[in-house]
């Protein structure tokens, strides 16, 4: 089993165990594989008869071919969606339809596995704990970026600020209507 596979197979089997409907999806596909590539290796995987995946046959021809787009390593780790999103798959439309879908709906619950680990309850009070911390930290940026752009506009003067871009684009048009005026007075003068 190659380095790449060796890492990315045991994860995806494991949201696949946990994903009764992603199994079931992908049963009908049984023997048939598919690549990925993207990222600094290809993985070749196939569908098994249970719906999970295993390592490809290092003869076998891919059914259908999933490119994913750059930076995906850190797409897959930040923002899934957006990973799959700008992915382009080749291959027969029913097979890569229900690929597509699956990896864009596969999702980890962590907290059931934390609560096989440490119990229900201190699962569910760490899983809300790590999100207010992620909430916390998103705020946190969304303010810093507030802060950095009213400098930038308000003090730094090195953005102009959006009211002062509708004050000109407002004593434009207002020019444009004077001189059109003044021309409809100028061409009945002439007369």
């Known amino acids: 089993m190659g380095f790449p596979v ?3 197979l045991p994860v ?4 696949l165990a946990a994903s009764g409907w992603a199994r079931a999806r992908l049963q009908p596909f049984a023997g048939q594989g598919f690549r990925i590539e993207g990222g600094p290796w290809p993985i070749a995987l196939a569908v098994v008869d249970d ?3 295993a390592e490809a046959a290092p003869e076998s021809v891919p059914a259908v ?12 780790l930040s923002d899934p969606q957006r990973a799959f999103a700008s992915a382009r798959l080749s291959g027969p439309a029913n ?4 690929l597509a879908f699956v990896f864009r709906n596969l999702r980890w619950d962590y907290e059931a596995d934390l609560a096989g680990i440490i119990g229900d309850i201190p699962a569910r009070r760490l899983a809300r704990l790590v999100a207010s911390g992620l909430d916390q930290q998103r705020r946190a940026l969304a303010g810093i970026g ?26 434009v048009d207002s020019l444009r209507d004077d001189v059109a005026r003044l021309e409809k007075r100028i061409t009945a003068l002439s007369r």
């Open 51 to 53: 719906g999970l995946l």
């Open 146 to 171: 507030a802060n950095v752009a009213e400098y930038l506009t308000e003090e730094g003067h090195l953005v102009t600020p959006q009211r002062d871009v509708k004050a000109f684009a407002t004593a």
């Open 95 to 98: 097979f890569a339809e229900t």
């Open 6 to 8: 060796a890492l990315a």
């Open 65 to 76: 071919t999933i490119s994913l787009g750059e930076g995906v390593i850190g797409d897959l």
């Open 12 to 15: 995806i089997n494991h949201l």
